[in-house]
């Protein structure tokens, strides 16, 4: 499911940029897509300008069967060309390739990712996610070694990566996903990690959302965090729930009090999945918080009270000590 969103949402995107051509690319009329046209011819108009152009060529190719003849000279034309060409050409024709199901795509991601253009990077990455097999997973290991080595994993910190270690099942680079989370924020290495290993995932998205401190997420804008990325962690949290154990686990209370709405009814309703079974070790925790954090929990349960919240605060006002806050509960009780 998480693969075919993210395959989607790329294909999206190399479309969205591919149809610029027209603009950036050749300003020449794209040729009639006959039958019998050449096939270098094709893909030269193709890569020219793509869209509709594109397409056409992948239709003709798929009619004729020379699958395996446009890929062979798709990927030499990119192997060569590749740093000198406009960001359209090399988006066309990466998207071109991908069509081909060219058994050397592989060789072909290792050679971008080596690359000091940007773009190249980022679409080897695009490739390497679209296209998963052994020989990738091998080359995503290379490149993803000779980055710590170099002591320079910061180059590697693409979404698209995420998404090609997770497509490829590399779960011994779950670490450098991670460390990418931390580092740059974006959904997409949450949704990696996930992937990789549900469990795990959920002990280190506790630590990610414990970056916000509690009077950041009492702001309207957050800078510690990303809120997209915490909606993720908290979608993940309703089907793997974190330990209650977990050190970090009171963050959540803080969650649930943000004044971010989306946010916090999200960590109010992954706090509820732990009730009634553990009202009293939830209801211990929260009154060890200060005197304010306990009745803005409190206020905000009776904007959406149900029966298991109901239960939950009464065995909280047999275990808070603040006057203000039994008052506060009997209060939303009534």
């Known amino acids: 499911m998480i693969r075919s969103a993210i395959i989607l949402l790329s294909t999206i995107w190399l479309s969205a940029c591919a149809s610029l051509s027209h603009q950036n690319g050749s300003e020449e009329e794209p040729p009639e897509i006959a039958h019998d046209l050449p096939l270098t011819e094709a893909l030269t108009a193709a890569l020219d300008h793509g869209d509709i152009t594109l397409r056409k060529v992948v239709r003709l190719i798929g009619l004729r069967k020379q699958w395996p ?3 062979d000279w798709v990927a030499e034309e990119v192997r ?19 069509a081909t199901d060219h058994p050397e795509a592989a060789e ?19 490739l390497a996610a679209a296209r998963p097999s052994r020989s990738m997973r091998q080359k995503i290991e290379e490149r993803l070694t000779y980055a710590i080595d170099r002591n320079a994993l910061k ?5 698209e990566m995420a ?31 996930a992937t990789l290993d549900p469990a795990r995932a959920s002990g280190d998205f506790m630590d990610y ?4 401190s509690l009077e950041e997420l009492r702001q309207l804008s957050l800078n510690s965090i990303d809120v997209f990325t915490c909606m993720e962690i908290f979608r993940h949290f309703m089907k793997h729930p974190p330990s209650v154990n977990h050190p970090k686990f009171p963050h959540l209370f803080h969650y649930a009090i943000s004044r971010n709405t989306a946010l916090s009814d999200m960590a109010r309703e992954v706090l509820s999945g732990f009730l009634p079974d553990q009202n009293g070790h939830l209801a211990q925790m929260l009154a060890r918080m200060p005197n304010w954090v306990q009745s803005a929990f ?4 009776g904007r959406k009270m149900t029966p298991v919240l109901g239960l939950f605060l009464q065995e909280f006002r047999h275990t808070t000590s603040q006057q203000e806050v039994i008052r506060e509960i009997d209060h939303v009780a009534r």
């Open 80 to 98: 060569q060309h590749f740093s000198d060409w406009s960001s359209v050409r090399l988006i066309n024709a990466i998207q071109l390739y991908e």
């Open 108 to 126: 072909l991601f290792y050679t971008l990712s080596s690359s000091d253009r940007h773009l190249a990077q980022q679409l080897a990455w695009h």
């Open 163 to 193: 998404d090609a270690v997770a497509n490829n099942h590399l779960t011994s680079s779950y670490t450098v996903v991670r460390q990418a989370l931390f580092e740059n924020n974006h959904p997409r290495f949450a949704l990696s990690l």
């Open 69 to 71: 003849e446009a890929g």
């Open 209 to 212: 959302l414990a970056l916000a």
């Open 298 to 301: 409190v206020e905000g349960s």
């Open 155 to 159: 180059e590697v910190y693409w979404p």
